[in-house]
């Protein structure tokens, strides 16, 4: 299949080729994201830091800017701020993932990178099938498939897929999402000593289990870790039903902590929380880097009915992923923040320490743009309700009485205005990164994070702030700034090259 293989691949390469020039020409673009060259990006596949790189693959569909056929996009940075592009990792060409080459993971062996991933295969009744499935790497840039290591175990559907690989004392294990013949979604435990002979040992955790109610149909993307001693399950859970202000999205993604015991493969746990509480994020994975930092990457997207009417579309290309967060683990809560690379985007810098508002909105000077970074601190406050106002596409607010944070943006389908909420009991510090087309918002150092993309029609760069009582903030802005940054000390210009440009078959 090599010559099959490489055919593939040039067709990828030649959509890119057709299309770069549109694709360049949106102005809903993003700046300092991961995005694909053309074409349709989801989930962030086979994070890893391997021989000095941070290595950042994707799901990509590079023929349309809808859900089908799936390759392997493939980029790498020392710096997590610079990034090229790498040639194409894996293409649909073997029997095998002739249908797709779904998502997965990446982990270092004996100086090799070994990915693993979901081949997707339809038969000739159209019924689905599930491999997953070897790549191996020398360099970390050409790859060898070798086929399938898993094959469906009884007892589940062929949703069964995105292998996360990890070590742990000398031996190899992977969690796989899945679903029971019961339609329950669950997470799928094995365990190997060489990567290539896989032991089953079962459900490790799922719907109506170790104290969870019905709880969807299907989980995906599914990534175990160890954060502060305790066990970490993050994972996509499908079919949920909205709770009040919790699980407003077509698909959520949260996570679990507990004790992963490893000799019985058990997995106790407390509740499920939400990862990321706004309208446009699912199917993260980690990685660990030299520094034994656990970063996170998500996509910045979901499969909901809006795909079909994103503004980006007219320009061949939809979708990207969020920026790297750094996780810990604070009392059994995650906590996201950006990652200390970020802060070498920084241009030009305002800061207003004493800011007082009172029954109120106010605009600070050279506090607009829309590729920023904004941090505001609150050095008192007894205000009922907080409110940041981007131009008129979205509003973030805080309400004090209510202990409620919301975020409104125009709808994409549509000229309403939806939101999505989370519980907050009061705001110290929130850091806000918008970039074009999107917005991050941090809250209280990260313990709460809202993702969403926005669409600015009226093409307004303003920020408003606002407040019903009394407020003192201090507020600072940064210019955000790929292509000359200033090094501080010797003030010599860095040219920076942007080579960067769910399964639902």
Not at 102 to 118: C, E
Not at 465 to 482: H, M
Request: proline share 4%.
């Amino acid at each position: 299949m090599v010559l099959q293989d490489k055919e593939l691949k040039e067709k990828a390469l030649n959509a890119v080729e057709k299309n770069k020039d549109v694709v360049a020409g949106d102005r809903f673009r993003l700046t300092y994201h991961l995005m694909p060259p053309v074409g349709l990006l989801n989930d962030p596949n086979g994070l890893v830091y391997f021989q000095g790189y941070y290595h950042v693959f994707y799901q990509w569909n590079p023929f349309e800017t809808k859900h089908g056929i799936k390759y392997w996009g493939h980029y790498r940075s020392k710096n997590l701020v610079d990034w090229e592009t790498l040639p194409i990792t894996l293409a649909p060409s073997d029997w095998y993932d002739k249908n797709g080459c779904y998502s997965g993971s990446a982990v270092v062996h004996d100086g090799k990178l070994f990915l693993f991933y979901t081949g997707n295969v339809r038969d000739a009744e159209g019924e689905r099938e599930t491999y997953q499935c070897l790549a191996v790497s020398n360099d970390g840039v050409h790859f060898e498939k070798k086929g399938p290591v898993i094959h469906l175990p009884e007892g589940y559907t062929a949703h069964f897929r995105d292998p996360k690989v990890w070590e742990e004392s000398g031996r190899w294990y992977m969690v796989i999402g899945a679903q029971t013949v019961k339609e329950e979604g669950v997470i799928v435990l094995f365990s190997s000593d060489d990567l290539e002979t896989w032991e089953h040992h079962g459900i490790l955790a799922g719907s109506n289990r170790n104290g969870l109610a019905d709880f969807g149909y299907m989980w995906e993307c599914p990534d175990l870790f160890t954060l502060n001693g305790k066990d970490v399950l993050v994972f996509s859970p499908q079919g949920l039903e909205a709770e009040g202000i919790k699980y407003n999205n077509i698909y959520q993604t949260g996570y679990l902590v507990g004790d992963f015991d490893r000799e019985n493969n058990n997995f106790t746990h407390g509740e499920f929380d939400e990862l990321d509480r706004g309208f446009d994020f699912y199917a993260p994975q980690t990685l660990v880097d030299d520094n034994n930092r656990r970063i996170l990457y998500g996509w910045m997207g979901l499969p909901d009915e809006t795909e079909a009417v994103h503004p980006t579309r007219k320009h061949q290309w939809i979708h990207a992923l969020t920026i790297p967060r750094e996780l810990e683990l604070v009392e059994e809560k995650l906590y996201q923040k950006p990652v200390e690379e970020l802060k070498q985007l920084r241009g030009d810098h305002v800061v207003f320490d004493d800011v007082d508002i009172k029954d109120q909105s106010i605009k600070l000077p050279k506090v607009e743009g829309k590729t920023v970074e904004l941090a505001v601190s609150v050095n008192k406050s007894n205000a009922d309700v907080f409110t940041l106002e981007f131009g008129s596409v979205a509003k973030l607010s805080f309400n004090q009485t209510l202990q409620l944070v919301t975020l409104e943006r125009k709808t994409i389908k549509g000229d309403g205005v939806h939101s999505r909420s989370c519980r907050l009991n009061q705001l110290s510090n929130l850091r806000i990164f918008l970039d074009k087309s999107s917005i991050e918002v941090f809250l209280n150092d990260g313990a709460e994070v809202f993702t969403a993309r926005l669409f600015d029609y009226d093409n307004d760069p303003t920020i408003q702030f606002s407040a019903k009582g009394t407020i003192n903030i201090k507020v600072e802005k940064w210019e955000l700034i790929l292509g000359v940054r200033h090094h501080k000390k010797t003030k010599r210009v860095f040219f920076h090259e942007q080579r960067t440009g769910v399964d639902f078959v």
